[in-house]
């Protein structure tokens, strides 16, 4: 095992291979808040990458309903189970990494899910926490809540996939920190399916290989934002390159929710694999669940996105979701305006901080028709 840096963590672990970062680190942004969980982006992915056999119950992306929802089922609950006491010191992890915590002989700690896990891909849709009694009234401020997370790979900057793989198929690229997984190498020993705690590599058991998410490389190599992000009808994704956190820049808006604004955080970071999917969490959801599943910065990124609406430059970037189908490595904010730019500085997109607000007569003169769905 070698020692690597874990910024998530903000600590050295352990690790199978040495820290080799590549030149961009590919990264997105999900904003929990707006999801609808229609599943547009599951569907948008399932026909473009896994309609063939083998691959049915694959969902290289998919969207659970929280607290209750999991696809595989109990992903994330065995694991952390599993994994003991993982409580944070003044924002230092003091728990183990699942490359720590790994038994003897093993080079992860990990489990394999059965063909019943991945029976019930909707499992707890919509199910709240708590539940209402018969004839029961709701006063003030209720207790009941539920939210949805959309998941794909995470592109972890130290995989748990790769380290885990004795045949070395699992490879990240330099150019993009992709993870990807080399069919022509898999013999389906199926270490990954184990080792990934995200449970984001599925076997396929006609060609006897593994397989997991891309991120769409070819169309992120053309600029372009993979599948589910375009077809995300919420809005809620952005995609783009994430710097280490000592040299964010501020007109990347990954860097800016990441790092400079604190609005973004990983999923489970204690597990040690540096995710690159960043969520901003609910805002109605107790942080106590909320702290477990995303670290210790939750209060502080939801305080910092209740603010957004004085907070122009946040307000802008969050504007910018959903309105371009290129990636936007740059952003400004000037006055009223903000825009999306390529590296060169180049306009990509442009949009108003505040969107216009038309109200419609209810009797429509033009066309001498009552319009009852008016405000
Ligand atoms: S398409 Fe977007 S809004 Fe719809 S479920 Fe997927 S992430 Fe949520
Ligand atoms: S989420 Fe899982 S499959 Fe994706 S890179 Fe991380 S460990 Fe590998």
Redesign the pocket.
């Known amino acids: 095992m070698a020692r690597v840096y874990n910024w998530q963590i903000k600590r050295q672990m352990s690790y199978w291979y040495p820290q080799s970062r590549p030149q961009k680190q590919f990264a997105a942004v999900f904003d929990i808040n707006k999801c609808i969980a229609c599943q547009t982006c599951t569907l948008a992915c399932k026909t473009t990458w896994t309609s063939g056999k083998g691959q049915e119950y694959m969902l290289w992306n998919n969207v659970e309903s929280k607290p209750y929802g999991c696809y595989p089922l109990t992903w994330d609950l065995k694991l952390l189970g599993m994994l003991g006491p993982q409580g944070w010191e003044k924002g230092v992890y003091a728990g183990r990494t699942i490359f720590e915590a790994a038994p003897a002989g093993d080079r992860v700690l990990g489990w394999r899910p059965e063909e019943v896990n991945y029976a019930y891909p909707n499992v707890g849709e919509d199910d709240c926490s708590g539940s209402v009694e018969h004839g029961a009234a709701l006063h003030g401020i209720h207790l009941m809540w539920f939210y949805y997370l959309a998941r794909i790979?995470?592109?972890?900057t130290y995989?748990?996939?790769?380290a885990s793989c004795p045949r070395a198929s699992?490879y990240?690229r330099p150019e993009d920190g992709i993870?990807l997984l080399d069919q022509g190498r898999c013999r389906g020993y199926r270490e990954?399916v184990k080792?990934?705690?995200?449970?984001?590599?599925f076997f396929n058991p006609l060609t006897g290989t593994s397989e997991?998410?891309i991120a769409c490389y070819p169309k992120i190599e053309q600029g372009i934002q993979p599948q589910c992000f375009v077809n995300c009808i919420g809005k809620i994704r952005l995609a783009g390159w994430i710097s280490a956190p000592e040299a964010a820049r501020k007109d990347n808006p990954i860097d800016y929710l990441v790092h400079i604004k604190k609005v973004a955080l990983p999923l489970f970071p204690q597990f040690g694999?540096e995710?690159n999917v960043y969520y901003i969490p609910p805002i109605h959801a107790p942080a106590k669940f909320l702290q477990q599943m995303f670290g210790p910065g939750v209060e502080a990124a939801v305080e910092a996105y209740r603010s957004a609406a004085r907070d122009e430059d946040l307000a802008g970037l969050l504007g910018l979701f959903g309105s371009t189908e290129r990636v936007v490595p740059r952003f400004a904010r000037q006055d009223d305006w903000v825009t999306g730019m390529d590296e060169e500085g180049k306009q990509i997109v442009r949009v108003p901080l505040r969107e216009p607000v038309h109200i419609l007569e209810a009797f429509d003169k033009k066309y001498q028709v009552v319009r009852t769905n008016c405000p």
């Not at 790979?153 to 972890?156: Q, R, T």
């Not at 995989?159 to 790769?162: E, G």
């Not at 080792?195 to 590599?201: E, F, H, I, L, T």
Request: glycine share 0%.
């Open positions: 790979c995470n592109h972890c995989p748990a996939c790769l699992i990240k993870v990954c080792a990934c705690p995200y449970k984001k590599v997991k998410c694999l995710p």
